[in-house]
């Protein structure tokens, strides 16, 4: 087995990016997917801030502002979730999110 280098790291990242992405898009496990981009576009905003807010860290900024607030939204009707969970576990998410 080999070390972890830089290359592998970056892979790790992009695929994160594109799976998490594609889990948002199709609204299938909405709130692990939302987490794993809020997470992975913090680290992409506090690593890209040295060159500045306006010019960089805006844009991962502003997908991991998106992916917070489709965390704490949860599934919507129109998603996968929605279709395959059963109404009354919606209905408990949701009460519980509102507590």
Known sequence: M???????EILDRNQTELIGGLLLIAGLLT???????TINMLV????????????????PFSLMIGALVVQLAG???YSLDSL?????????LRERSTR
């Open 2 to 8: 080999h070390e972890k280098g830089v290359y592998d």
């Open 75 to 77: 599934p919507m009707a």
């Open 44 to 59: 992409a905003t506090v690593v890209t801030l040295p060159r500045g807010f306006l010019m960089v860290a805006a844009y």
């Open 31 to 37: 709130r692990p997917a939302a987490f794993a981009v």
């Open 84 to 92: 395959l969970l059963p109404g009354e576990v919606i209905r408990e």
